[in-house]
């Protein structure tokens, strides 16, 4: 659906305000696509609440009036969560955008869904407190509830489902319920806050969540480590983990990724298989510990070169590099689009998978980058080609297929963080199974015209 009428303009026009509705093509075509390939049908129409009610008031409308719906909030997402897969209205939250209250002393924080993480951290910090996930893109709070969110530094503090304790949804026929509590634990009923979370707005939209803060660390480690094969350095990683080390990020990056790095950053990295580290802790002293316990430890896996107590300008450069590693490989490849696979498996199947992820890429002679956040098990690999190109696409996805095969059956899982979108939705069944028609039977009962983002999750 890409139309609508006269009347059905007005009446979405009344709900909100004539600066918050919009059926101009600029509008329409900023909505039409995430970060990713995936290009969605072009919607009929985007508005931008303001309030809880708001969103209740035009998701009933849109519900009676047979409209397809789906929720936008910042658009960084990489496996076309929101793109509009039918047309129909986009629903845009970052004009919902206010902190309602911060609570230091029980370590919380009530938000709207178009919080963005960064302008987030930056409130919550002037009381010593900080919301850890980090996906790297400045995603909005909504859309990182939406998605699970997580990053670098979940290895130590988890992802988004961990921090969400309390949430206001709008369902998709426009009734508002609540879920979870302020509590720090509850045993009370089916947690319905985390069937919500990582659902992709396909059940209903976020439209207030209260957060679980944690405090600023006191001190800072960061360090390279270099090894001279990457068999070595992910036995490091599963050796780093067992042992109780507890970095606060670990990941891992590949020669190829390093030298595009250094290239656009200037970084001066060994261009050799790299573990960038980080811990946090409570004293200086219990930091250079630990910096010695993982010399001792990667010297066991043939580490070549250490790098430790990096002044905190070079730090920050080094996390920025990481964080901006997938536009770095986009524009070392200009008019040239990535497929990234996002599979996770155990800790102890790590190096294994990433062996035979690099090996997938190196056999087929195709153009990929193999990195991740090692800490947890999450492989990443960026594959560069040209989608019109059938036979190059169709070698990609190929790659794709043997890397989640092999993660799924190693007891891993097809999207270890970007979510199903549309892009990951063919791997479901591989993964879940029968289980994936109880998530499906649950979508019926709370959509059953299937309007809330659809082609999302479910093929």
């Known amino acids: 659906m890409n139309e609508l009428s006269a009347t059905q303009k007005s009446t979405l026009i009344s709900m909100v305000s004539e600066d918050r509705f919009s059926t101009g093509s600029s509008d329409k075509n900023l909505h039409l696509h995430d970060i990713s390939y995936h290009c969605g049908q072009l919607p009929a129409a985007i508005i931008w609440p303001s309030s809880t009610e708001e969103v209740a008031d035009i998701l009933q409308w849109s519900y009676g009036q047979k409209i397809p719906v789906t929720p936008w909030g910042a658009g960084t997402s990489t496996e076309g969560n929101p793109v509009p897969a039918r047309g129909g209205l986009v629903i845009d939250c970052t004009r919902m955008d206010r902190i309602l209250a911060i609570r230091p002393q029980d370590m919380q924080v009530d938000v709207q869904p178009g919080v963005f993480r960064k302008t987030l951290n930056r409130q919550v910090g002037k009381h010593g407190l900080f919301f850890p996930p980090d996906p790297g893109a400045d995603a909005t709070i909504g859309g990182m509830i939406a998605n699970n969110a997580s990053g670098i530094q979940t290895v130590k503090y988890g992802a988004t489902k961990d921090y969400v304790m309390r949430l206001t949804i709008v369902l998709p026929q426009g009734?508002?319920?609540?879920?979870?509590?302020?509590?720090?634990?509850?045993?009370?009923?089916?947690?319905?806050?985390?069937?919500?979370?990582?659902?992709?707005?396909?059940?209903?939209?976020?439209?207030?969540?209260?957060?679980?803060?944690?405090?600023?660390?006191?001190?800072?480690?960061?360090?390279?480590?270099?090894?001279?094969?990457?068999?070595?350095?992910?036995?490091?990683?599963?050796?780093?983990?067992?042992?109780?080390?507890?970095?606060?990020?670990?990941?891992?990056?590949?020669?190829?990724?390093?030298?595009?790095?250094?290239?656009?950053?200037?970084?001066?990295?060994?261009?050799?298989?790299?573990?960038?580290?980080?811990?946090?802790?409570?004293?200086e002293a219990t930091l250079k510990e630990t910096e010695q316990l993982t010399t001792e430890l990667c010297h066991d896996y043939e580490a070549e070169v250490f790098r430790f107590g990096m002044e905190e300008t070079h730090r920050n450069n080094l996390w920025r590099a990481r964080h901006e590693a997938w536009e770095t490989i986009h524009r070392a490849h200009p008019r040239m689009e990535t497929l990234i696979v996002d599979a996770a498996v155990p800790i102890s199947r790590y190096p294994e998978m990433v062996v035979f992820a690099q090996a997938q890429v190196d056999d087929s002679m195709a153009l990929g980058?193999?990195?991740?956040?090692?800490?947890?098990?999450?492989?990443?690999?960026?594959?560069?080609?040209?989608?019109?190109?059938?036979?190059?696409?169709?070698?990609?996805?190929?790659?794709?297929?043997?890397?989640?095969?092999?993660?799924?059956?190693?007891?891993?899982?097809?999207?270890?963080?970007?979510?199903?979108?549309?892009?990951?939705?063919?791997?479901?069944?591989?993964?879940?199974?029968?289980?994936?028609?109880?998530?499906?039977?649950?979508?019926?009962?709370?959509?059953?015209?299937?309007l809330m983002n659809p082609g999302k999750i479910f093929i």
């Open 369 to 450: 980058y193999v990195f991740g956040h090692a800490g947890d098990g999450n492989l990443h690999v960026v594959l560069v080609g040209d989608p019109e190109k059938a036979g190059e696409w169709d070698a990609l996805e190929t790659i794709n297929h043997h890397i989640v095969a092999r993660a799924v059956e190693v007891g891993g899982t097809c999207t270890g963080e970007h979510g199903v979108g549309i892009g990951k939705r063919q791997f479901m069944r591989q993964e879940h199974g029968e289980s994936l028609e109880l998530m499906q039977q649950i979508k019926n009962l709370i959509d059953p015209l299937g």
């Open 175 to 283: 009734k508002i319920i609540h879920t979870g509590c302020l509590a720090p634990k509850s045993s009370s009923g089916y947690d319905l806050t985390r069937l919500f979370v990582g659902s992709e707005g396909t059940l209903g939209i976020v439209t207030e969540a209260s957060l679980r803060l944690t405090g600023l660390p006191a001190h800072h480690l960061a360090a390279t480590i270099t090894f001279p094969k990457l068999e070595s350095a992910t036995r490091a990683v599963t050796a780093m983990i067992s042992s109780g080390l507890e970095p606060a990020a670990l990941e891992l990056l590949t020669p190829n990724l390093i030298r595009l790095m250094n290239q656009e950053k200037a970084l001066g990295l060994p261009e050799k298989p790299s573990l960038f580290c980080e811990f946090h802790g409570i004293s």
